[in-house]
């Protein structure tokens, strides 16, 4: 079943033994939540979409603000595919350096994009810069949409980056979902200033995280019969 917004408060209200809502309002936990499931998808790149990209003659630098279709909730570019006629390419990826080093060393080349890399936060640049119209697709690490209640039972409070988009259930898969309300914890004791109860929300997040890396990877056999592929 699809974690809600209230299984998260009852979550968080667990930790914070603060069941009747004393003293953290519904409004004021939805926030933390929300921060919180941006931390977790950040820290462990749970959350995962396929954005279609066009790359266009002559640039070379794509910002994720600008020129992704989710926008500033881009977080990370784990690859990307050049579509040329009916073929996919898959790029392959350099380090900044390198990429500098061995594939921007003549500013005027241009050719089918092979290449990629990522330049800080926010900026995908592609090598050879592409010497005509590509359609692209990248796999991105994105932000959640904001969670909100159902049926008018808690107002939304914003959401994260630039989009508007929000939902009734998570769309974080499990077991990643395990570490938001210790975050969102940790979020109500730092308001708090119980910077001791928060370092201690802190660390049981860190564990969590790890456990829910630990136990995301499943037998895969690449092939069942042998052989080299």
Not at 141 to 164: K, Y
Request: hydrophobic fraction near 40%.
């Amino acid at each position: 079943m699809a974690t809600t917004l209230a299984d998260y408060l009852a979550a968080t209200r667990r930790l914070l033994h603060d069941a009747s809502g004393q003293f953290w309002s519904d409004t004021e936990l939805q926030a933390y939540i929300n921060e919180a499931r941006v931390r977790v998808v950040r820290d462990t790149g749970c959350y995962r979409r396929l954005q279609q990209l066009t790359l266009t003659a002559g640039k070379e630098v794509y910002t994720f603000a600008t020129d992704f279709p989710l926008g500033v909730d881009t977080i990370d570019v784990l690859g990307v595919s050049v579509i040329w006629g009916q073929t996919r390419i898959a790029c392959a990826y350099l380090a900044w350096s390198e990429f500098q080093a061995r594939v921007r060393s003549w500013t005027l080349q241009q050719g089918q994009p092979s290449v990629f890399s990522v330049y800080g936060q926010n900026e995908l640049y592609f090598g050879y810069v592409p010497d005509q119209t590509y359609p692209a697709e990248a796999d991105t690490v994105v932000a959640p949409p904001s969670l909100v209640g159902t049926s008018g039972a808690l107002p939304a409070t914003g959401t994260i980056g630039a989009g508007t988009a929000t939902v009734a259930s998570e769309v974080i898969p499990i077991p990643f979902t395990s570490p938001v309300p210790f975050f969102a914890a940790y979020l109500a004791k730092i308001k708090e200033q119980s910077y001791t109860d928060a370092a201690t929300f802190e660390q049981m997040y860190d564990k969590e995280c790890m456990r829910a890396i630990g136990s995301s990877f499943t037998r895969r056999i690449r092939n069942p019969y042998g052989g080299g592929s």
